[in-house]
T-cell receptor, first 111, second 113 residues
Framework: QQQVKQSPQSLIVQKGGIPIINCAYE??????FPWYQQFPGKGPALLIA?????SEKKEGRFTISFNKSAKQFSLHIMDSQPGDSATYFC??????????FGEGTQLTVNP | GAGVSQSPSNKVTEKGKDVELRCDPI?????LYWYRQSLGQGLEFLIY????????KSGLPSDRFSAERTGGSVSTLTIQRTQQEDSAVYLC???????????FGDGTRLSIL
């Protein structure tokens, strides 16, 4: 019940495309859903986060869509660039406790 | 520095040795977390500190793992009698308070020979 399932495992898009990464959870007590971006040799960097009282949040080219009834949330990257090539992790937590991470998605944006 | 600082960045040691990993959180951050990242297991929670106390240490995989935090700041994660399965990147994160976003350091890459 503590798992967060993430898909796809890897994703390749052309520059300017809109990659979409999906996550699903079971624990209805989760109330905070961040996305992290990780480059090789670096720690995860917080990109954007959402709480379940809203269905969508945008920050720059990054958008989270949240479907509380389906217990799913997704990350959309608008106008993707080669510099966005990285591994993306969704996560969930309850009231600021430990983060439970998805398995990660390796994104490649080709020039 | 402005971010979470971890040392050493890399550590290679022999099986059976003890290791200590250090985390300097962002100044003023009261909450501190340790996670482990490995190929087979992804990102796993280890332990959470609020101030100097650890209200959640349920992620520590065995009694060979321990952690402490002093002065509400620096934390050390100690692994005793290391095993090859302990090889991973150990990540530290801190947040202003327990209900605030977590910011990660770049980790310590631990290799057990």
């Amino acid at each position: 019940q503590q798992q967060v399932k993430q898909s796809p495992q890897s994703l390749i898009v052309q520059k300017g495309g809109i990659p979409i990464i999906n996550c699903a959870y079971e624990n209805t007590a989760f109330d905070y859903f961040p996305w992290y971006q990780q480059f090789p040799g670096k720690g995860p960097a917080l990109l954007i986060a959402i709480r379940p009282d809203v269905s969508e949040k945008k920050e720059g080219r990054f958008t989270i869509s949240f479907n509380k009834s389906a217990k799913q949330f997704s990350l959309h990257i608008m106008d993707s660039q080669p510099g966005d090539s990285a591994t993306y992790f969704c996560a969930a937590s309850t009231s600021g406790s430990r983060l439970t991470f998805g398995e990660g998605t390796q994104l490649t944006v080709n020039p | 520095g402005a971010g979470v600082s971890q040392s050493p960045s890399n550590k290679v040691t022999e099986k059976g040795k003890d290791v200590e990993l250090r985390c300097d959180p962002i100044s003023g951050h009261t909450a501190l977390y340790w996670y482990r990242q490995s190929l087979g297991q992804g990102l796993e929670f280890l332990i959470y500190f609020q101030g100097n106390s650890a209200p959640d240490k349920s992620g520590l995989p065995s009694d060979r793992f321990s952690a402490e935090r002093t002065g509400g700041s620096v934390s050390t994660l100690t692994i005793q009698r290391t095993q090859q399965e302990d090889s991973a990147v150990y990540l530290c994160a801190s947040s202003l308070d327990h209900n605030q976003p977590q910011h990660f350091g770049d980790g310590t890459r631990l290799s057990i020979l």
